[in-house]
């Protein structure tokens, strides 16, 4: 992570505007404030990326108040293009410009930066056209900065940073629910536990529709998942780690519908509004 934050530091010179990457389902906890205070005074689009599993409205309302560059959109979804290239072009408008005036003609540049997994390489083939930036659906697979040509714009993606430090570890263990962070570091079964309480919190339905929860302790809800897919070992005894899996598997893949982990007041105090 210390390699992708000097890469960044290295390029932003070159670079007209900034894009940082965040997952609609959390902002605050994909949002690594160290790019933000590497930037300084350039100018900062944020993308909420991944809108089709979250309720962004919310979350854009309270970041336009705050005076931030914002926009939602699904880089899976080629209509998303269209907007994310006009915010982008509105970023740099000005400079544009004088640009003109000058006589000056070159393609305006942006620097795409965020946590892993939520998007960048994505939202890059999505404006490219084409697969142009590699992409997975897991952590760490962009491992090196790479130039794309997208029309009248150069994308500069970066390997994924993580935040400098995890002492919020309710939004710590977020990170870990949307696959920011690789599953084989992670004590899963601890993870799975609570994500099942917080999914209880913000939307038991979904969790009754899919697996017939009612409610209970985390391992009672897991239980449950086990019963709901079969997890169920030689004897009777469940199968708790295909359950972990499939759980997080199912969250990631949006089967629990659009959810917001993330409040406003965590958005406050990341400085996100």
């Known amino acids: ?92 408008k000005d400079r544009l410009e004088n640009n003109q005036k000058k006589g000056t003609v070159r393609p305006m540049r942006f620097l795409v930066a965020g946590v892993p997994n939520t998007g960048k390489s994505t939202l890059i083939n999505l404006l490219a056209g084409g697969k142009k930036a ?56 601890e993870i799975a536990l609570m994500l099942l309480e917080e999914l209880w919190e913000i939307s038991p339905q979904a969790l009754n529709d899919r697996y017939g929860i009612e409610g209970g302790t985390g391992l009672e809800m897991l239980e449950k998942v086990c019963i709901r897919r079969g997890f169920l070992l030689r004897g009777g005894d469940f199968d708790y780690e295909r359950g972990e899996r499939a759980l997080l598997d199912d969250f990631r893949k949006g089967k629990f519908g659009r959810i917001r982990l993330d409040t406003l007041d965590d958005l406050k105090a990341v400085g996100l509004i």
Do not use: H
């Not at 902002?27 to 930037?39: C, E, F, L, Q, T």
């Not at 108040?65 to 006009?86: F, H, M, S, Y």
């Open 1 to 92: 992570m210390a390699k992708a934050m000097r890469v960044m530091g290295e390029n932003l010179n070159l670079c007209d505007g900034v894009v940082i990457v965040l997952d609609a389902r959390c902002p605050a906890a994909s949002y690594n404030r160290g790019i933000a205070d590497m930037v300084g005074a350039k100018s900062v689009l944020y993308v909420l990326n991944k809108a089709d599993l979250s309720q962004t409205e919310g979350y854009l309302s309270a970041m336009k108040e705050g005076e931030k560059n914002a926009v939602a959109v699904n880089g899976t979804d080629p209509r998303a293009a269209r907007p994310l290239l006009q915010a982008m072009e509105s970023l740099v």
């Open 134 to 189: 590699t992409t997975g659906d897991k952590a760490g697979v962009t491992r090196a900065k790479q130039w794309v040509k997208c029309g009248s714009f150069e994308l500069l993606d970066t390997p994924g940073t993580m935040p400098p430090s995890c002492e919020n570890q309710v939004l710590a263990r977020r990170l870990a629910y949307v696959g920011s962070i690789n599953d084989d570091i992670l004590a899963l079964d």
